[in-house]
């Protein structure tokens, strides 16, 4: 069984930053890609995500402003979050799914963590 766990979320002003981080554990998790999706009303929309040898796929909304990097020494994925805006302000939800960045965005069968909240004010 995977586990992920997101840290780093928190309340700051338009044009700040900040960093998320995701934690893995159960085992290793050799050829998947990790990254990050941000709840909308009806759907999780993917923001960002890095596949084991460290091809990265950015959504438009973040390209420029968000960088996500992973170490696979210590299993874990982070998301720099710069420039930030009152449109990010969601709940941040770590992904992890068998395949490159392309399949965690579309594919279907991946793990999640639990959530780490991020409010951006303006």
């Known amino acids: 069984q995977v586990q992920l766990v997101e840290s780093g979320g928190g309340l700051v002003q338009a044009g700040g930053s900040l960093r998320l981080s995701c934690a893995a554990s159960?085992?290793?998790?050799?050829?998947?890609?990790m990254g990050w999706f941000r709840q909308a009303p009806l759907e999780r929309e993917f923001v960002a995500g890095i596949d084991w040898s460290g091809v990265t796929r950015l959504a438009n909304s973040v390209s420029g402003r968000f960088t996500i990097s992973r170490d696979n020494a210590k299993n874990t994925v982070t998301l720099q979050m710069n420039s930030l805006e009152p449109e990010d302000t969601a709940v941040y939800y770590c992904?992890?799914?068998?395949?490159?960045?392309?399949?965690?965005?579309?594919?279907?069968?991946?793990?999640w963590g639990q959530g780490t909240q991020v409010t951006v004010s303006s």
């Open positions: 159960g085992r290793t998790l050799s050829g998947y890609a």
């Open positions: 992904a992890a799914a068998l395949g490159t960045a392309y399949t965690l965005k579309y594919g279907g069968n991946k793990y």
